[in-house]
């Protein structure tokens, strides 16, 4: 059941999430709180895995809506993101139409009475059954409302940032042929960014700025447990230490959420009861994605062991 | 509450976030929303719609808590004063009764300042404080010399004038009174002191840095002192992310109405030659490619060592940047530059070829034998030097074959255009090679040579 209604609350919001597996911080609830509430855009921006797809897909899952992704990259273009002509359909109606049109004009005694009786009929073939809805017009088109997750946006051109303006300022886009499509309900629309490139101000201005950096421990402790619910206590609080010594080393890539959740999941699948030099070493490509992470990390993986299951005896 | 609010924007400006008109508004639609009563969701909600990059969100919430801590050194203050009056009325009681029992009849003659103050009601200091303050339009504060004159309109719009009759009327008929309400008058003067330099912390700020800037930008380069080599280098970022901005997309230029036919014909070779589809020419635009060579001797080092660091930090912008530094003889410095920071990367440079005297000569000869082939048709050549070769051979001929080789030969003189010339100075018979010469002595002359440079390829 589709709940258009604004949420109640920003604790509200932390239970509604929670509910779906996700588990916000204060300041991610604040942010779904206030976009329902103003009307806002939220640009997400962070490392990449901390969970910022995650989070548009569970407000989706939580308010009972569809979710409409739309994944940018270098060339995306009007054509693709919000509206394409069906020139096939087109040309084969013309096709068709054609002994129609000449029954309907057989009338009409000159060329100019023939053209007149044919304006009168208005722009059959550039009407919206013509219209092949991309996800942008897609989004606006959902009478429930809907989660329209632009995903990426760093990752499109600067000209596709000034397509989206209309978009997210007044939840509407001009069709030159057809006049302003406005959203039947306002869609909930989520971008987000890697920081690849600076997003222009116009883009900057018409969103929340949420930033997810690395969660602190007992946040990634609580987000291990929903997501993986089989791992015993004292190997989460090892683990997620772990993981929070290595964000401390100079790495080509830190580990983020995601890959603490897989290597949950690793360690699950091999009854690892706790940590061990050997079972770190064995795993920790799960975790380190470039080889000289792991040869960075691998002189440390005792010591960093030692301090993680010492943090766990005095919590 | 909205005149607070406002206040909070500007002071948030102050710390250097953008807050425009509409994100004010949202601010506000916003704090409507999730209301006044807790500080730390309050926080957020103006981290989230005000603040948008890291940077912002780092200065807003700085900002953000010294805003709302705002009372709290006052009530400190007040606190002192408060103990302090106490301390000394339980030293000498006496006198103090003796104040009371005259002073009784004589409080219905004391202005209203000194009766506040007498009655060390806090919350009622601080709330004229804080009236006074909006009086003199405060929030208006820009530079630190205007602390004196903020201090004084607070004070005449709490009533000082009436307190200080008092004093004088008082120290005839009752000493102790009048020494009890001088003592309470220094306390706000402190008081009142430390409410300005905050206020001066909060909105004067930018206005301060961008006054600082504005004067370092047109300082000389190599005469600028010590301390201020940190702000410079500073500045120099600043300038180098701003020609980032400018010039790191390489935008797409089709040259409409020029058919590429051989491009068309081979695109549409599947319908029989008949062109579907059309293809343009496009202009083919490469990155600047620049070779650097810079005089580190003593007279211009100080320019060279700002010049560097602005080339080296325009990565996005520049393909391929080959620095090379000479005095007496010339090496390459561009691995030094990628592999230290910039002050161990100078001071390697310093060790190996600085503080000698100057060798143009000499120095073009080594760039000759060993590192010609680095110059492209499309390399820029920048040469920043004074072209005080000390009476020894220039070797122009060098500079003319360098000016041949390469697509532009930009020379940067820190000296003014009148010196050049004059003494040792070889200028004339190199800018004759040079396709451009220019001044280059202060950060703004660098920028606008540097952005030049660059502009010369889109």
Not at chain 1, 21 to 28: D, F, P, V
């Amino acid at each position: 059941m589709a709940d258009t209604r604004p949420t109640a609350s920003i604790e509200a919001v932390e239970s509604g999430l929670a509910a779906q597996g996700y588990i916000a911080s204060r300041q991610i609830a604040t942010a779904v709180y206030l976009s329902q509430q103003i009307e806002k855009p939220i640009l997400v921006e962070g490392p990449a895995g901390v969970g910022k797809t995650e989070l548009a897909k569970a407000i989706a899952a939580w308010r009972g809506m569809k979710m409409i992704r739309l994944q940018c990259y270098e060339g995306l273009d009007e054509a693709k993101a919000l509206y394409e002509w069906k020139y096939a359909k087109q040309l084969l109606y013309t096709q068709i139409l054609k002994d129609k049109l000449g029954e309907v004009l057989g009338g009409a005694q000159s060329l100019a009475a023939a053209l007149d009786q044919l304006h009168t009929f208005g722009d059959v073939f550039f009407s919206k059954e013509f219209v092949e809805p991309r996800p942008l017009l897609q989004a606006l088109e959902q009478e429930a409302g809907c989660v329209l997750l632009i995903d990426e946006i760093d990752k499109s051109d600067a000209e596709f940032e000034s397509l989206l303006l209309e978009i997210l300022s007044d939840f509407q886009v001009t069709i030159p042929e057809l006049g302003t499509v406005s959203a039947v309900a306002p869609p909930t629309v989520i971008l987000t960014s890697n920081s690849e490139r600076d997003l222009g101000d116009a883009l900057k201005r018409r969103c929340l700025h949420l930033h997810i950096g690395f969660p602190e421990q007992k946040l990634e402790e609580r987000i291990v447990e929903s997501r993986v619910p089989g791992i015993s206590q004292t190997l989460r609080k090892q683990m997620v230490g772990f993981i929070h010594e290595i964000r401390s080393l100079d790495l080509k890539k830190l580990p983020s959420v995601s890959e603490a959740i897989d290597w949950a999941r690793v360690l699950v699948l091999l009854q690892a009861s706790e940590l061990d030099t050997e079972i770190v070493k064995d795993t920790l490509n799960v975790l380190l994605k470039y080889e000289a992470d792991i040869e960075a990390a691998t002189p440390q993986i005792s010591s960093f062991i030692a301090k993680a299951s010492r943090q766990g005896v005095f919590s | 509450m909205r005149e607070n609010l406002h206040r909070f924007f500007r002071a948030a400006r102050g710390a250097g976030v953008r807050v425009s008109p509409a994100e004010s508004i949202d601010a506000m639609r916003a704090v409507a929303q999730v209301g006044f009563a807790d500080r730390d969701i309050l926080r957020d909600t103006f981290l989230l719609t005000l603040a948008k990059t890291q940077d912002e969100k780092r200065a807003l919430g700085e900002c953000f808590d010294l805003f709302f801590s705002q009372p709290e050194p006052q009530q400190e203050n007040a606190e002192q004063n408060k103990t302090d009056d106490t301390s000394e009325s339980g030293a000498n009681p006496s006198a103090d009764e003796h104040g009371d029992a005259a002073g009784g009849a004589a409080k219905e003659n004391l202005g209203p300042l000194a009766q506040m103050l007498l009655s060390q009601d806090r919350s009622a200091i601080s709330t004229a404080i804080a009236n006074a303050s909006g009086a003199a339009s405060l929030p208006d504060i820009r530079y630190f010399t205007q602390r004196g004159i903020f201090q004084t309109r607070i004070l005449d719009a709490m009533g000082i004038q009436r307190l200080r009759d008092d004093i004088d009327e008082q120290t005839a008929r009752n000493p102790a009174l009048a020494e009890r309400l001088q003592e309470a008058l220094n306390g706000l003067r402190g008081t009142v002191r430390d409410a300005v330099s905050q206020a001066l912390m909060l909105y004067g700020r930018e206005e301060a840095e961008n006054l600082r800037n504005e004067i370092l930008r047109n300082a000389p380069l190599a005469r600028i002192e010590p301390r201020q080599v940190e702000q410079m280098r500073a500045l120099i970022r600043q300038i180098a992310r701003r020609l980032r901005e400018r010039y790191s997309k390489p935008r797409k230029r089709q040259r409409r109405g020029h058919l590429d036919v051989r491009r068309t014909l081979r695109r549409n070779a599947a319908w029989g030659g008949v062109p579907f589809l059309t293809a343009w020419k496009r202009k083919h635009r490469d990155r600047p490619k620049i070779v650097a060579l810079c005089d580190v001797s003593g007279s211009v080092a100080r320019v060279s060592d700002f010049f560097l660091l602005l080339i080296h930090s325009l990565h996005e912008v520049v393909d391929d940047v080959r620095s090379f530094a000479f005095s007496g003889h010339l090496i390459e410095v561009s691995d030094i530059l990628e592999s230290n920071s910039p002050e161990e990367a100078m001071k390697e440079i310093m060790s190996k070829v600085g503080f000698g005297s100057s060798d143009y000569g000499n120095s073009f000869a080594d760039f000759e034998d060993n590192w010609m082939s680095a110059i492209t048709p499309q390399t820029t050549v920048i040469v920043l030097g004074d072209a005080r070769s000390n009476n020894l051979d220039p070797r122009a001929d060098i500079l003319r074959r360098i000016g041949e080789r390469s697509k532009r030969l930009v020379w940067l003189n820190p000296e003014g255009r009148m010196v050049w010339g004059f003494g040792d100075s070889e200028m004339p018979r190199y800018a004759t090679f040079c396709t451009v010469v220019r001044q280059c002595a202060t950060a703004q002359q660098l920028e606008r040579a540097v952005s030049d440079i660059v502009a010369t390829y889109q």
